[in-house]
C-alpha cells in the first residue's frame, strides 16, 4: 500500500462530519507536521452549537513566497452510506479504488499533499511549504473565515505573495473560477388548531402568494442576461427553493411554513437587488427573512501568470469555472490562487464515495511537482 493510500485511510477513520468536532483528526495532522519540523499554528473557535473546532496551519522552511495548500478536515453526514460491507469510516481498496465518507471531498486530496511532502522535509527549501486545514468548510466555509482574519501565516501568505492550491476535486484541471452563494430563510407564522374548527390560521396560504412571487423571479433569473454568465455552466445562478410546514397530520393546520431560498451568482454580479426584492416580497406579506447563508464568488484572470503556470500541471490546456464553491471564497487577498486536485466532484457526497487509487498517485506527484518547481 502506497504511503498516500495509508494517509487518506488515517484520515477517513475519523468522524469529522461538520456537526462534530474536527479536533482529533486536526490533532493527528499536526503531529505527522510536526515530526517534520514544520511551525504549526492553531486558530480555534467554536461553531455556532457550541462545538469546539479547529484550523491547522504550518509552515515548513523560511521565508516568504513558497507554496501553499489548502483543504478541510470536516466531512458531510454518512447517513445514507449504501455499502454493507464496511462502514463510511473503515476506509476500503477495492476495485482499484479507496472507499470512504472524505476520500474524494477531501481527506484523498490531503493525503496527497502530506505524501508529497514528506520526500522534501529534511532538504533545504528556496522557497516555505504552507499547509492549511480548515473546519467546517462543508456548512459555511466557517474555519477558512477565522484562519483569513487571525492566522499570522495567512497574513504572511498574502503579503509574500505565496502561490495558493486548494485542494478540492477538479479532476487536475486548474479552475480560476467558482459561483458565491446566498441563502435565505422565510418564515410563515399561523396558529396550529383542529382543521374542522376555526381555531386554526395555516402558514401555508400565508405563504402562498410569496412563492408565486418567488416562481416570476426564478423566470427571470433563469432567462434575462442580466443574470448569466456564458464562462460558467450552467450560466445561470440557478435559484433553488425548499418548502417545508413541519406538520406531522393533515387535519391540523401548520403553525409554521418555511421556504429557503438559494442561488448562486457569477463574478462581478451584484446581488444586492434580487435580495431585496425577496424580503420586500416577504414583508408585504408579513413573512419573516433571515439570511443565513453569503459567500462571495472566487475568480481570477484566467491569462494571469500563475493560471497560466498552473497549467503545466494540468490534465487539460484549458482553464475552466465550476458551480460549486470553495474556501477560496474566503481567502480573496491570496493574489496567486486556483483550484486544482485529484478525484471528480460527482464522487463526492455520494453514498458510496470513493477515489481512484491511480488520482491519489496522480495527485502526490502533481503536488511533488509544484513543491519541486516553486520551493526548491
Not at 450552467?234 to 438559494?262: F, K
Not at 481512484?356 to 495527485?363: F, P, Q, S, Y
Amino acid at each position: 500500500m502506497s504511503s498516500t493510500v495509508t494517509f487518506a485511510s488515517e484520515l477517513i477513520e475519523f468522524d469529522s462530519v461538520s456537526s462534530k468536532t474536527n479536533l482529533p483528526v486536526t490533532e493527528r495532522v499536526a503531529d505527522w507536521l510536526q515530526q517534520w519540523k514544520f511551525d504549526i499554528e492553531r486558530v480555534d473557535f467554536l461553531d455556532p452549537a457550541g462545538t469546539p473546532k479547529a484550523n491547522l496551519i504550518a509552515k515548513l522552511g523560511s521565508g516568504t513566497g513558497g507554496m501553499a495548500y489548502f483543504c478541510h478536515t470536516d466531512v458531510v453526514p454518512a447517513v445514507n452510506w449504501s455499502i454493507q460491507e464496511h462502514g463510511p469510516f473503515q476506509p476500503t481498496v477495492r476495485d482499484d479504488r479507496l472507499y470512504g465518507r472524505g476520500s474524494t471531498d477531501m481527506k484523498g486530496s490531503l493525503a496527497c499533499m502530506l505524501a508529497a511532502v514528506a520526500p522534501y522535509v529534511t532538504g533545504p527549501l528556496r522557497e516555505p511549504i504552507y499547509l492549511c486545514c480548515t473546519a467546517d468548510e462543508e456548512v459555511g466555509m466557517l474555519g477558512a473565515e477565522h484562519v483569513a482574519r487571525e492566522s499570522r501565516l495567512y497574513r504572511e501568505m498574502v503579503t509574500g505573495k505565496t502561490r495558493g492550491i486548494v485542494g478540492e476535486p477538479t479532476g487536475f484541471q486548474v479552475i480560476y473560477g467558482h459561483k458565491g452563494g446566498t441563502g435565505l430563510r422565510v418564515t410563515s407564522r399561523g396558529i396550529a388548531a383542529h382543521s374542522s374548527t376555526r381555531l386554526g390560521i395555516n402558514a401555508n396560504w400565508k405563504m402562498i402568494p410569496f412563492l408565486q412571487k418567488m416562481q416570476a423571479l426564478y423566470q427571470e433569473l433563469e432567462t434575462s442576461p442580466d443574470w448569466r454568465n456564458d464562462e460558467f455552466d450552467p450560466p445561470t445562478t440557478t435559484l433553488n427553493l425548499g418548502i417545508n410546514d413541519h406538520n406531522a397530520a393533515m387535519n391540523v393546520t401548520a403553525a409554521r411554513s418555511v421556504c429557503t431560498l438559494y442561488f448562486r451568482a457569477m463574478p462581478g454580479m451584484d446581488v444586492s437587488p434580487v435580495i431585496e426584492r425577496i424580503r420586500q416580497a416577504a414583508l408585504q406579506h408579513e413573512l419573516e427573512t433571515e439570511t443565513i447563508f453569503r459567500s462571495t464568488p472566487f475568480y481570477r484572470d484566467r491569462q494571469s501568470s500563475f493560471v497560466q503556470e498552473c497549467l503545466a500541471f494540468a490534465d487539460s490546456p484549458v482553464p475552466r469555472t465550476v458551480a460549486y464553491g470553495t474556501d477560496a471564497a474566503r481567502f480573496q487577498d491570496l493574489e496567486n490562487c486556483v483550484i486544482f486536485g485529484p478525484g471528480q466532484i460527482a464522487q463526492a457526497h455520494i453514498s458510496d464515495e470513493w477515489v481512484r487509487l491511480e488520482d491519489l498517485a496522480r495527485g502526490t506527484e502533481l503536488y511533488g511537482r509544484m513543491i519541486e518547481r516553486w520551493c526548491r
